[in-house]
């Protein structure tokens, strides 16, 4: 769980502020969709209602059977919520997502370089390995700990999370650089929204069906830090247009709460 938060405040801040960063150095303003920004953003927020009820709940309910079904049945509502925005995204309201075909008309001749096959066998193939990686990574963070004097919290929310994601966090910057912010932020906030709304209630639902307690109880700071950096990305995104100037406002947040967990 905490790297899954870790790598929400990752998506959100790192990343993020490093797109907008990199991308201002190239381009002095850049431009963005606010209304598909908007559903994302608005989908954030539920994400961190979801686990704040959990949380709040287990202050003033002192039986965890309870607070395990709270968590379930957030979990349904979060999922379901997804399915939502799939449908949302891919079938109802999909010019919300598509970029400006204007700023895109120099690269309408580009030819895919890869069959629509072979990059589904790659794509396959290379999660295989990412998550046989993943999981040696995430077992060896106690002798890591040890030999470093790094603190779990440190290395879940921090190191994980950008080991785990470098990829996608260069790719992310590497389109910003080419101005096409839409695609950007679709991979930097839309992998944060995917993470929040999917993976951590599909984890919740999947622990239960194997009969393990998994809840979405966080401790409170981790709270904190999750919906203050939901709310900071509203306000930088909100506007539709981003310099280097908002993107080092995102990554300063985020390397305060990488020094908090580094004392934690």
């Not at 309910?61 to 997804?82: E, G, Q, T, W």
């Not at 999981?135 to 004097?149: P, R």
């Not at 307690?213 to 539709?240: E, K, M, R, W, Y």
């Amino acid at each position: 769980a905490t790297s899954l938060l870790g790598s929400i405040l990752s998506n959100l801040l790192l990343v993020l502020g490093c797109c907008m960063l990199v991308g201002g150095l190239y381009h002095k303003v850049q431009r963005f969709s606010t209304v598909s920004n908007q559903a994302h953003t608005a989908l954030l927020f539920l994400a961190v209602i979801g686990i704040a009820i959990p949380t709040s709940a287990s202050h003033v309910i002192d039986d965890p059977s309870d607070i395990l079904d709270i968590s379930r049945v957030s979990a349904v509502v979060l999922l379901a919520c997804y399915l939502c925005y799939l449908i949302f995204q891919l079938k109802t309201h999909t010019h919300m997502f598509e970029e400006d075909d204007e700023e895109d008309g120099d690269e309408e001749g580009e030819e895919p370089l890869l069959a629509t096959s072979t990059g589904i066998l790659l794509l396959g193939i290379i999660s295989v390995l990412v998550a046989f990686h993943c999981e040696y990574l995430a077992g060896s963070i106690e002798e890591v700990s040890s030999q470093t004097n790094l603190s779990h919290a440190f290395l879940g929310m921090i190191v994980l999370p950008i080991a785990g994601n470098a990829c996608e966090h260069l790719a992310a910057v590497v389109v910003a650089a080419k101005n096409k912010m839409d695609l950007s932020l679709g991979i930097a906030v839309g992998s944060g929204l995917q993470i929040s709304l999917f993976a951590i209630p599909f984890i919740v639902l999947v622990s239960w069906a194997i009969g393990k307690d998994f809840s979405l109880q966080v401790d409170p700071f981790s709270l904190l830090a999750l919906l203050f950096s939901v709310i900071h990305c509203n306000f930088i995104t909100a506007s539709g247009s981003s310099h280097w100037l908002m993107g080092v406002a995102l990554v300063a947040v985020y390397i305060l709460l990488a020094a908090t967990y580094y004392y934690r």
